[in-house]
């Protein structure tokens, strides 16, 4: 059985891409009532959105990795994130007045590969559990 500080440790460094994620399906799964237009174009507020979003759940997930291969985890992140995007969208089929839309997609991918770059020079050494060196 873990200790309560272990526990609180994991909630620290899991929590935010926890919270990040579920923020993204519960946005891509809200109905759009009926005769309801979004339709802002190719770079509408509904594309910032999932770079801005994206962008926030890659670098959580950066900061929840352990910190000692930053490439490798750069590129998780940009796959985990950007696999739930696909994900969220192809949920969104089944909700009413969303759809599919591959400009999502690409826009969840720009945000992962911009949230994975900048988390990790944010987060750095100490974040989330990272060991600083020098300390013990």
Same mark, same amino acid.
């Given at each position: 059985?873990?200790?309560?500080?272990?526990?609180? @440790?994991?909630?620290?460094?899991?929590?935010?891409?926890?919270?990040?994620?579920?923020?993204?399906?519960?946005?891509?799964?809200?109905?759009?009532?009926?005769?309801? #237009?979004? #339709?802002?174009?190719?770079?509408?507020?509904?594309? $910032?959105? !999932?770079?801005?979003? !994206?962008?926030?759940?890659?670098?959580?997930?950066?900061?929840?990795? #352990?910190?000692? @291969?930053?490439?490798?985890?750069?590129?998780?992140?940009?796959?985990?994130?950007?696999?739930?995007?696909?994900?969220?969208?192809?949920?969104?089929?089944?909700?009413?007045? @969303?759809?599919?839309?591959?400009?999502?997609?690409?826009?969840? $991918?720009?945000?992962?590969?911009?949230?994975?770059?900048?988390? #990790?020079?944010?987060?750095?050494?100490?974040?989330?559990?990272?060991?600083?060196?020098?300390? @013990?």
């Amino acid at each position: 059985m873990q200790s309560l500080s272990e526990t609180l @440790r994991r909630t620290r460094r899991w929590g935010p891409a926890a919270i990040t994620g579920g923020l993204l399906l519960a946005g891509s799964t809200v109905p759009i009532p009926a005769g309801v #237009d979004l #339709d802002y174009g190719r770079y509408g507020p509904d594309r $910032f959105l !999932h770079l801005v979003g !994206h962008a926030g759940f890659s670098a959580a997930l950066v900061a929840a990795l #352990d910190g000692d @291969r930053p490439l490798a985890n750069a590129t998780l992140a940009v796959g985990v994130s950007t696999g739930y995007g696909i994900c969220t969208e192809l949920l969104q089929e089944a909700v009413p007045g @969303r759809g599919f839309e591959r400009g999502d997609v690409v826009a969840g $991918f720009v945000g992962s590969v911009l949230g994975a770059v900048l988390g #990790d020079r944010v987060a750095g050494p100490g974040a989330a559990g990272r060991p600083v060196s020098g300390r @013990r």
